[in-house]
């Protein structure tokens, strides 16, 4: 279409070539033994097309989608009785166990395995890169718009709920030390995981390499243009990873370089390995027995009242209701508090 020699149909070239940029023509080359014909067809009207949702796979993403919106209720419902309760009892609360009201009430009320679903998550969030269709006059093109600085460090916060499950999954060896190196190692991965990711954006590949196989050419060609890769599995494993070295580099210094840490001595049954390392009881020790505000027991799966000189507490964690009777010296205490241990 283009031949020099030919001036004249130069200005035809070109004309075919517009309207096959724009779709309108197609070029279709013919290949033979003993050689190849290209040509070009009549134009057409381009056929369009709406994509049929129900071909769409969601229900694996839909499923973790509810399963994030389970824990953020639940988070805000447990709030929301913890702000009862502290009212309820006049402020009478150890406030540093608020803090921890994500880890202790997730581990009680969600359960480990909703936390494994969204720090998934939020884990295949940070390794996938938006994808955008653009149309400019008569063509598209692909863009991949980077999140906002904020939106990135959220989504690093989110993988911090990988590292309060392996916390409690290790707690059975780490045991006192769970105490102390549990927040270090959560926050030095949100840390190293919002530095890495605002560093070296996720970046989506592209490959064209268009390929045809024909069975029936009656029925016409099956055709793959190319491949869209928008995350990596290596990315994947290097998120997981990061999270398993924090939490061991961290252990590690809490135990060698830093001074020895005395073991607990509470012997009870009501609370699980998370909420026995993580609640601040050091304030609520009395004559030799530690005490538990009921508070910070809501967080822990314990749900008290005191009525006609009795305590009842159900714990949601073994669904079970807990009498227990008071005389008039243990009512005065147990007007805010739980007693987890006696000397």
Not at 90 to 114: D, P, Q, S, Y
Not at 122 to 131: F, G
Not at 269 to 298: F, H, I, P
């Amino acid at each position: 279409m283009f031949e020099p020699t030919q001036r004249l149909w130069t200005f035809y070239g070109w004309c075919l070539s517009f309207e096959w940029v724009n779709g309108v023509r197609e070029v279709i080359q013919f290949i033979g033994d003993l050689g190849s014909i290209a040509t070009i067809t009549y134009q057409t009207p381009p056929i369009s097309t709406i994509p049929d949702p129900t071909e769409i796979s969601v229900s694996f993403a839909s499923a973790f989608l509810g399963c994030t919106f389970y824990i953020t209720w639940i988070l805000i419902c447990i709030s929301a009785i913890v702000a009862i309760y502290s009212i309820a009892h006049r402020g009478h609360i150890e406030g540093m166990n608020l803090f921890k009201i994500n880890r202790i009430a997730g581990h009680v009320w969600a359960g480990r395995t909703c936390l494994v679903i969204r720090s998934i998550t939020a884990i295949w969030v940070l390794n996938t890169a938006p994808l955008n269709l653009v149309q400019v006059s008569e063509a598209t093109h692909l863009t991949s718009p980077q999140l906002p600085w904020y939106q990135t460090i959220l989504a690093a916060s989110e993988v911090t709920w990988l590292v309060y499950v392996l916390n409690d999954l290790f707690s059975f060896a780490t045991l006192q030390y769970t105490t102390y190196y549990s927040s270090k190692s959560s926050l030095l991965t949100w840390f190293v995981l919002s530095f890495w990711c605002l560093l070296s954006p996720h970046n989506f590949a592209i490959k064209l390499h268009r390929e045809c196989s024909y069975v029936d050419m009656d029925s016409g060609l099956i055709c793959t243009s190319g491949d869209i890769q928008l995350g990596t599995t290596n990315g994947i494993i290097g998120v997981v990873g990061v999270s398993v070295i924090c939490i061991v580099m961290t252990y590690f210094v809490e135990r060698t370089l830093l001074k020895s840490r005395p073991a607990l001595d509470i012997e009870t049954l009501l609370l699980c390995s998370q909420s026995l390392y993580m609640l601040d009881l050091e304030r609520w020790k009395y004559e030799g027995g530690y005490y538990l505000d009921q508070t910070s027991a809501v967080m822990a799966g314990l749900l008290s009242i005191v009525h006609r000189n009795k305590l009842y507490i159900f714990d949601a964690k073994s669904w079970r209701m807990l009498v227990v009777c008071l005389n008039d010296d243990q009512q005065m205490q147990s007007r805010h508090t739980i007693a987890l241990s006696h000397p």
